[in-house]
């Protein structure tokens, strides 16, 4: 079993950014996805898209965007776990268990679930619906 102070679930952007933030205040974490890279949909669905979305940064990639931020979190030497899914979240005590489909297994105080909306569900647009007159 690893014991951690945080189990972030997701590694796109923001699983990484917050945990640099955890970092920053002296927590320990273990970052699992199920992707088999780190990055999410920025580096899965548009590596090369400019995105102009992200505070202070006027454009960049997808691509430029993750690799920043690993190396933002670089100093604090979290694991990742990829190719690998939360299956079953249990609590014991104080603790979470957080068990995934490899069969590792987490000791934790805190859990953080930073899995984007395609991983639950289909991204759907929200259409209305219009009433001939």
């Known amino acids: 079993m690893i014991k951690t102070d945080v189990v972030v679930v997701g590694a796109g952007p923001t699983g990484l950014f917050c945990a640099h933030q955890l970092g920053i205040i002296g927590l320990k974490c273990e970052i699992v996805d199920n992707l088999d ?3 999410g949909q920025c580096i899965e669905l548009y590596p090369d898209k400019p995105i102009y979305d992200i505070p202070a940064i006027p454009e960049c990639t997808g691509e430029e ?4 931020l690993i190396e933002q979190i670089k100093p604090f030497k979290f694991n990742f776990h990829l190719n690998d899914r939360v299956q079953k979240l249990t609590k014991e005590n104080e603790n979470w268990i957080v068990k995934t489909t490899s069969g590792k297994k987490f000791q934790t105080p805190n859990v953080v679930i930073a899995g984007g909306v395609g ?3 289909p991204r ?3 259409t209305k619906k219009c009433r001939k007159v």
């Open 124 to 126: 759907k647009f929200p």
């Open 119 to 121: 991983s639950f569900e």
């Open 65 to 68: 965007l993750t690799n920043n």
């Open 37 to 39: 890279k780190i990055g």
